[in-house]
Structures are given as C-alpha cells and as structure tokens.
C-alpha cells in the first residue's frame, strides 16, 4: 500500500483556499479514481496525467489508484490539479522522495507530452503560500505573475520531469517578476477645449473618489472627459495594485505583470448583460464591476442600458462588494470602483439647448429618464449638467486646456490629506463625517434649506458633505466654508431641462 500527500490550491473568488492531493494505491484491478467534488475538467486529469507520467520515463502504477482532493465540500475546477496530482502517484508509488513534498505548493496543467501549461489565478495561491510559509512551483508561463507578490518564494518548472528534478535537489528557476513597462499613454486634458465646470468636477471627482454623471447634448465632451479621468489619479499603491490584478488573474483574463500598477479603465458597452456586469458563470468570475477594482467603470449612454444591469450596481456602489451566487457557490468579488456615467437629456439628445431643435415630448423625456432609478442616481456624488460648446471654442487656434500633468498634483496633494485622516473622501463612514465634516452654524442652516429645496435624502446630503470635503482638501483648507458647500450643493441640483 502506497499514500502520498501533495499541497495545493483551488479557486474561491479572488481566494485560494488550500486543498490536499491525498493519492492511495491499493490492489485491486488497475483503475484510477479521483474523489473531492472534482468539476468535469478535473477527473479527466486521469487520462492527462497518465500520458505525461509515461512520456516523463516513468512508470504508471498497475494498481488500483484513489485520489481525494480534500476538503470534500469545495468544489475543484480546472487543470490546476494536474501536477500535483502526478507528483502524488509518482511519490505513492516510490518513484520520488514523499518528504521533498511537504513544504511546497504546486499548481499547473499538463499537456500529454508531460509540459506544464498556466492556469488561472496563480496570483490568489502566491499569496496564500507565502502567509503559509510553503514554496510554491508554478508553470514558467505563469512565474511572471506570482513573482509580483513580495515575500513569496515562488519556482517555476517547464514540465512533470524538471518538476520532478527540483525535488530530488537540482535547483529550480526563481520565479521573477516581468521588467515594468512604459505607461501606456493617457489621454491628456490639454485636448479638452472650454468646459471649465465640466473640467473642474472630474478634477473633484478624482480627488476625493467621487461618482459622477455627466448630461449633456452629443459632441459636448462627455466621453472626452471621462477617458481623461485616468490620467488624473495617482499611481495603484502595492496593495490596490496586488488585489486588482487578483481580480484580473481569476478571470482568464490573465495579468500583464509589466503593468500592474495601473490603474483599470472598464467602458463595456450599454447592450452588455447584467452577468456580465456583475459576474457570474460557472464557476463564478468577476464581472465588469469588480474588473474596474480601484479603477474607473465608465458607462455610456445610461439610460440604454438593461434597468436590470443598472440595479446590479447598487449594493456595490455602497460597499465596494459584489457577492455572486450560482447553483451552490457563492463568493465574493472586490468591486470599490469610480464610477463615471455619460447620457443625453431626451431621446434625441437636445432638450434645453437654445438652438430649440429638441422635438421630444415631455412624456417621452420622463419615459426616458426614468429608466435610471433615483436610488441609482441619488447614490452619485456629483451630477454635472453641461451644454453645447460655442463655435469658438472649437477653432484649431484655440488656447488647450490644463494639461493633465498639473491637475493630477493637485489631485495628489488632496489625497495625502484623506489618507491622512484614514479614507477618500467618498467613503468615509458617518462617524468620520461627523468628525471631518464640521459645519458652522450658518453653513449648517443653509444645508438644511439645501435639504428641503432640493429635496435631498439622508444618503444625498452626506454625499454633498463628501464632495464640500474634497473640495476644501484641494484648497489645502482644515474647515468647509461657505463656498466649498455651496459648490458642492451645486453638483445636486435638478437638471433646469427635466432632470429629477
């Protein structure tokens, strides 16, 4: 009788929870059986792994073969159990040293000629064995991705019989982290002509993390500014930049480890499904939101999208989590996303502009405007309504704006002062509002008039409190005065065309 026990890991969500390859060999007619709620693609790792151990020059035991993938109530998914899986017959059956086992982790999916092929989110089971203090051995096509977790000790081997070589002494390739690569370049505001209310409410909304809707006719810049917003924010830190590119390693997306550090821009197109917003499948993924992770979610054309989509985000908007459950699974997916929304007044485009070319009756504008919910919209920061551009500003000549270089300084500088007090100012909780958040005594009347004239909800009047926070913070001002929370009480105004 022939046990060996081989450490890995399977996928949950963005974790990797560990999972013991327990392999039995018995007598018995030969026959191999894998056990452990394996998922389709798992228990054809018998005929995989067969393959590969006999072109690796080794022996296939004749025996009868029991393999449990423990614990027995998590599901096991993919061909990441393929090495492990071969390690442990081979070690059951005494062609490789059982102790050489017991300090590593392995993942990875065999091809039948024995070569070691990526699998998903090798970046989550980097992680985790570091915090076991275990060594871990990948396939080399994934040593890029679990190098970038600091700590880690972290191998890489090409196929079953170089993995088979590290544990019998000859030493492994380190895993190393790929060199960065130049960022990728950023739309600059110096392109954006005019539009100075427009240009200063994405500059508060990149400061303080703020969710903005911009409505406005076409061709007024409202998908110009949005793609300008992420070369206004500061670079990921090592911990955003480690959980977003988590997100993306299980989502077969895959990581670009040259360029981890920066930050996602998701712009998925408004006929997208509410799955594929969300995330969801079998086995569950992330969808857009949780893609967008310490990044921008920018939508277009709001009101076009499925109501069930819009609904979606909700919750995460509010917590920074989307939960995803499908037949008996349910994880979790990170998703503190910026959101950046873009829409037309009517159907046509132009309610409210003096050309008076809008033709849309006033039901077809509330039908069109009410595919948004109020619990969405009361849920953004900041509500910019903005105009056609006259001609003049469109001339080649035309001075450029403020390039994005400069804004981003500020934006930085305004930053340091909340993570200073612990939090962006988009999520700071109501305890911390009320300590940060201070108002004299005639500011606080005329927010409480604010309130009532704009009929603003609890939700809508501490978001407005955020916004006049942020906007102190870029003044390098301790207190909100007057001015930033009139400005900021601005942002709530009803749209003079309908809007509300």
Excluded at 387 to 400: E, K, N, Q, Y
Excluded at 446 to 464: D, P, S
Aim: net charge positive.
């Amino acid at each position: 009788m022939g046990l060996a026990l081989v450490h890995s890991r399977a996928r949950a969500g963005i974790h990797a929870p560990p999972v013991q390859v327990e392999v039995h060999l018995s007598g018995g007619l030969p026959s191999t059986q894998i056990v452990g709620l394996p998922a389709a693609a798992v228990r054809e790792a018998r005929d995989r792994v067969r393959a590969a151990i006999l072109c690796a020059h080794f022996v296939y035991p004749q025996r009868r073969i029991t393999i449990n993938l423990a614990p027995a109530d998590l599901p096991k998914d993919g061909g990441r159990f393929d090495l492990p899986i071969a390690l442990g017959i081979l070690a059951a059956s005494g062609q490789i040293e059982r102790d050489a086992l017991a300090d590593c982790e392995f993942l990875g999916e065999l091809g039948l000629t024995g070569e070691l092929r990526p699998v998903d989110g090798v970046l989550p089971a980097a992680v985790a064995a570091a915090r076991a203090g275990r060594r871990l051995v990948v396939p080399a096509a994934s040593g890029a991705e679990a190098a970038l977790v600091r700590g880690a000790e972290t191998y890489t081997a090409r196929t079953l019989l170089e993995a088979c070589a590290g544990l019998r002494g000859q030493a492994l390739p380190r895993a190393v982290a790929a060199p960065a690569a130049a960022a990728a370049a950023v739309p600059d505001m110096a392109d954006v002509r005019g539009q100075a209310q427009a240009r200063r409410a994405l500059e508060i909304a990149a400061a303080g993390g703020h969710h903005l809707l911009m409505c406005g006719p076409p061709g007024c810049g409202k998908t110009l500014l949005a793609s300008r917003l992420p070369g206004l924010l500061p670079e990921a830190s090592e911990e955003e930049a480690l959980e977003t590119a988590a997100v993306a390693s299980v989502s077969g997306r895959g990581v670009d480890p040259a360029r981890w550090r920066q930050r996602p821009w998701r712009a998925p197109h408004h006929g997208a499904s509410a799955v594929a917003l969300a995330g969801g499948g079998s086995p569950p993924r992330p969808g857009e939101i949780s893609l967008a992770h310490n990044g921008v979610l920018f939508l277009d054309e709001l009101p076009e999208w499925r109501r069930a989509a819009l609904e979606g985000l909700r919750e995460p908007l509010e917590s920074g989590r989307i939960p995803v459950s499908r037949a008996g699974r349910s994880v979790e997916f990170p998703a503190r996303f910026q959101l950046v929304a873009a829409m037309t007044p009517c159907p046509c485009g132009w309610a409210g502009d003096p050309s008076g070319r809008c033709r849309c009756t006033p039901d077809m504008v509330r039908r069109y405007r009410d595919r948004i919910s109020g619990p969405l919209l009361d849920r953004i920061d900041l509500h910019l309504h903005m105009a056609r551009l006259p001609p003049a500003a469109l001339r080649p000549d035309a001075p450029p704006g403020e390039p994005s270089a400069a804004i981003r300084a500020r934006v930085e500088a305004a930053r340091a002062r909340q993570q200073a007090r612990g939090a962006l100012n988009a999520h700071l909780d109501t305890a911390a509002l009320a300590r940060h958040c201070r108002l004299s005594g005639a500011d606080q009347t005329l927010l409480e008039k604010a309130v009532e004239r704009l009929r603003l909800t609890a939700r809508g009047l501490h978001r407005a409190l955020r916004v006049a926070r942020t906007i102190a913070d870029l003044e390098g001002s301790e207190a909100i005065a007057t001015a930033h929370l009139a400005e900021a009480l601005g942002y709530r105004v009803p749209d003079p065309a309908g809007e509300g």
